[in-house]
């Protein structure tokens, strides 16, 4: 991880570096040099790629309510959780991908072409389809066709519709780069990919399930076209080994060599972790199945995600979760009985973060199937995604089966539903922000007319909170996308004006793939 940071810096710099030749170049400082090779430019795009989507994470945690925040109303996780926005959580990502990925991923085309190692391009293709992606979604509204101008200082937004073919295009042409590029001797994929390690079949697996993940978002338009998401999932993952993510994260005493996931939970300055974070009741309950209507059940998982009380009369239990819906408010970062996640399963230093798991595509297969009407499909797909958690975890075998053989899971074709489908699903993308995706094209815990409705709702007791934002005080109004990052609401006015950007209402608005047409 050492190489990554520093690799980051440096490529930070050349980013940076746009300057005509003048007296000022006549002394050139060696260790900020202006011209770099792909394996040096790679590393610190999957490094930052993976602190900027974790980030992202984070925040959507408190929008679906797998984290829930202490009562301490100035901060901005507190805020989020109730669907009011801050500063530094609507630009996270924005700048992230802008300032810090995109720059160097388009930096990494020349300098892979002029290296004659032509792998490194087609992994860029995919990784800026999978950033775009990633901000489009969240954002709805995009700066993508004047992103890398040079004289646009207020650049116009684009609406995500014209982005997402780009996406599949950019897909296809990374697939194919890495089916036809001969390997470099002298820049061999290896010397800077940290996730596969310059196996280029891996890559197109990536590809492929990118792909798939990007037509599932679309359930709402009238050309949904399950066939192909289940084709395209054949040419994917076959296990978990071949999860797109870094793996060589450590228990290292070095910040900025830790998994994400513990990075945004962990605060030297609080005793208990970071003080923001605590376990939201949704994800509580559906890992302990005592959500309305459910088994009672504890899953095996919950042990290893959810830590427990140390001390005090409830020691030994399972960490109380933030109740949203409570008609108090919630609890103090003095209270023990409320756990920070710090140290759990997917919390810890050396965990790993997937961008796209053989787990999830499980769950999308299941999904496809079940809503192209081949139930028995979806059933074995849909456990299938169980069971591969679960073994990507170290969960024992007996253990697994005993579960998925339950009553806690559905057993048959006529018993299987979406919901069942989505609120596993939602447990395995344990804070990715596709778990808010998934939510926004399923529509929470709505029916078709938009209301509240327990029965008809895929996600059981996803409830707004009690605190919400007053933007969002009608029944109808739901968390839809990203507030515009603060950045272009100071300095971009005409242009953030012309999507709406201002409007109390904005956040309301479902992003493109989010409108049934």
Known sequence: MKKIILSFVIALSI???????????VNTDPNNPTSTTPDLRLPPILFNMHNRYGGAGTRTAMITQQYGSPAVSTT????????????????????????????????????????????YAGVGKLLEAFGWSWISDLYGEVIYKDALSATTLTPAFDNIETVYPELFTKIDEGIKILQTAAPSTTYPLSKGDYIYNGDVNLWIKFGYALKARLLNHLVKKSNYDASTILSLITQSYQSNNEDTEIKTFTESTVSGEWNVLYENSYSATASNGNSSIRYGKLLLSYLSNTYTGGSGIEDPRMSLMVNKIPSGSLAGQYSKAVDLDSVTTTPTTADINYRNPVGSYFNKKNSRFAYISYAELKFIEAEAAFRSGDKGHALTAYKAGIKAHMDKMGIATTTSDAFLNSAAVAQTSDAITLSNIMMQKYIVMYQNPEAWTDMRKCDYCLNSSGDYDQVAGVYKDFKKPKFVHVNFSGAKDWIRRFQTAYIERDYNTANVTAIGGYDASYTAQPVWWDIKN
């Open 76 to 119: 901005n996780y507190y805020k989020l959780q109730n669907w009011e926005w801050a500063n530094n959580v609507d630009i996270n990502s924005w700048q992230g991908w802008y300032s810090y990925i995109y720059v160097n991923i388009n930096k990494l085309y020349g300098e892979a072409e002029a290296a004659g190692a032509m792998q």
């Open 15 to 25: 980013a940076t570096t746009s300057c005509k030749k003048s007296f000022f170049d």
